[in-house]
């Protein structure tokens, strides 16, 4: 049945104050969002009309789509409406199974590559990799991830010949948009990634800036011996384990031996020094003073590169000086606006220099480009708490904990929520959960300590807080922070704000959160040391440049 005449919309105007929009809003959801708009016949090429139930119905599937393709629209305002794309893992038919770490690379170097461009959404390597091996079906991963388009393909590795296969589906559609297969060498493998990201570039129809288009054809590693090291090294890095980071250093020292100095492989060198600091392997100071010397290479090499921006970023961070990590996160995310590790640690500074409202900008972004790492699931929770609003984050970082039970941090995290919220039994049922070998870790003294100190038990929280532990705890503004509200919780003022002097100076300074929202400090607010210390905080607070 033909639309009523009372249903229809006759242009472009009467379109957009349906949609209480502006017209070039309305125009770029039609391009970029499948808004149905239709061109009458026999008349101007300017002239439309749209169907109300049509629109009515397009609406309510934007509204089903997961919080975080909403998160990603509300960001449109600045940056427009983008289209949005998956790279699944591509899969390794090579005999040698060893190979997965040239699928793996392939993977991430297109992801990479799209990374770059601002018209274009990518979903970060690590949400695409939870999908590897899946048996669900492209609709549904597209559904999860927030996207419209999905890249999957495979890649044959026997010695020196290589054949790679890729597809791009309309996920929403089920069609078919490109698919080829390419043959040749290994060394034929830049060609290959380079015509994957332009043929996606063709496909969605996307307007490239002169530097994106330069990006895309530069080849930062030319040499197929020192590309295969680097591949392997973030291959090794991410298992965060001792023996595979110091087999990732091994293997970028000698990527570095076989092309000579170069920008991405000593970034990719600092990163993973730095790697042994976030997975506690060694809070020493070594992990610092290794990537201080890769960052003076990166910077000699090329100033403002992202992934030396992003180096420079992280090691400000691990020195207290956040101010300085803002600025060259931020400098990084104008080159590669997609990056999931600058947004996140760029929302950790905001976070805990107490500029909540500038952190949710970039966690709406951070969630629609990498929504199922777990670290990421608690970022929105973690506003909440700095803003004290403790009852609603119990939720996601129940989610965090429930999707990486394993990882101590996660642990400790949760029970740390559930402490500030005043539900002691269940963060004792939560402790009661590490596994043996994980309960001498960092995280684990601490979270034993938090539940000690919630339920009085002054002598017990000490005692699990050897100096060896004390010393370690120091390396970052997290654990200082938990110290200082478990001692204030023990009744131990003078502790508590020992350890509260060491997390200020490691860079949080939300006085906000300190002064007003923390329960755990409401016993020291009266103490003049407190008010002194609080002084300090309200001065760098005030002097921060977001």
């Known amino acids: 049945m033909p639309p009523s005449p009372g249903d229809l919309l006759d242009s472009w105007k009467e379109i957009a104050v349906y949609l209480n929009r502006s017209v070039r809003t309305v125009r770029r959801w039609e391009r970029d969002e499948g808004l149905p708009v239709h061109r009458h016949l026999h008349r101007s090429l300017a002239s439309v009309y749209a169907d109300k139930v049509e629109i009515d119905a397009w609406k309510t ?53 799209l990374s770059s461009l601002g018209a274009l959404r ?38 020196e010949r290589l054949r790679t296969t890729a597809q791009l589906i309309d996920a929403g559609t089920d069609a078919h948009l490109w698919a080829e297969t390419f043959d040749g060498t290994v060394g034929d493998v830049f060609a290959i990634q380079e015509r994957i990201a332009r043929v996606i570039v063709e496909a969605l129809r996307l307007r490239l800036t002169p530097d994106e288009d330069q990006r895309l054809a530069t080849r930062v590693i030319d040499d197929v011996r020192a590309y295969e090291c680097y591949l392997r090294a973030r291959h090794e890095s991410w298992r965060w384990r001792r023996e595979s980071i110091d087999h990732a250093v091994q293997l970028l020292r000698h990527g570095l031996e076989i092309i000579g100095d170069n920008a991405l492989l000593y970034a990719a060198l600092g990163l993973t020094y730095l790697q042994y600091r976030d997975a506690g392997l060694d809070l020493s100071e070594r992990p610092l003073i290794e990537a201080g010397i890769c960052e003076q290479k990166v910077s000699a090499l090329e100033a403002r590169s992202a992934a030396g921006l ?5 090691l400000h961070y691990a020195h207290g000086r956040i101010q300085e990590a803002v600025r060259d996160l931020k400098a990084a995310l104008d080159i590669d606006g997609n990056n999931a590790d600058s947004m996140l640690l760029l929302c950790n500074c905001y976070l805990i220099s107490g500029r909540v409202s500038f952190a949710r900008q970039f966690i709406a972004r951070l969630m629609a480009v990498d929504p199922l790492t777990p670290l990421t699931r608690c970022f929105p929770a973690f506003a909440d708490v700095m803003e004290g609003n403790f009852a609603q ?41 590490f596994a043996p070998e994980m309960r001498e ?54 502790k ?46 005030e002097m921060f440049e977001a």
């Not at 996601?396 to 402490?419: G, H, K, T, V």
């Not at 949080?508 to 959160?513: E, K, L």
């Open 61 to 113: 599937e934007v509204r089903s789509r997961p919080s975080r393709e909403t998160a990603a629209a509300s960001v449109g305002a600045a940056s427009g409406l983008r289209k949005s794309i998956a790279i699944l893992p591509f899969l390794n038919l090579s005999p040698d199974p060893e190979n997965e770490f040239f699928a793996d690379g392939l993977t991430d170097e297109v992801t990479a590559a």
């Open 122 to 159: 990518v979903i970060s390597r690590t949400s695409s990799m939870t999908f590897r091996g899946t048996t669900k079906d492209l609709k549904t991963i597209a559904s999860e991830l927030g996207v419209r388009y999905v890249l999957e393909g495979s890649v044959r590795r026997a010695g």
């Open 310 to 314: 992003r180096l420079r970023g992280w």
């Open 393 to 433: 984050s119990v939720g996601p970082y129940r989610q965090m904990f429930e999707m990486d039970p394993s990882n101590p941090m996660a642990r400790l995290f949760y029970i740390w929520i559930l402490i500030l919220n005043q539900r002691e039994v269940e963060a004792g049922v939560i402790l009661e959960g």
């Open 441 to 494: 870790t960092l995280p684990a003294r601490i979270a034993f300590f938090l539940v000690y100190a919630m339920a009085g038990e002054r002598e017990k929280a000490e005692a699990v807080l050897t100096p060896e532990i004390e010393d370690v705890a120091t390396a970052s503004d997290v654990f200082p922070r938990f110290l200082a509200q478990g001692f204030a919780l023990a009744g131990l003022p003078a």
């Open 496 to 541: 508590a704000i020992h350890w509260l002097e060491i997390a200020v100076a490691r860079g949080f300074v939300n006085y906000p959160f300190l002064t007003r929202h923390d329960p755990a400090f409401v016993s020291l607010r009266l103490d003049p040391r407190f008010e002194r210390l609080m002084e300090t905080v309200r001065v760098r607070w």
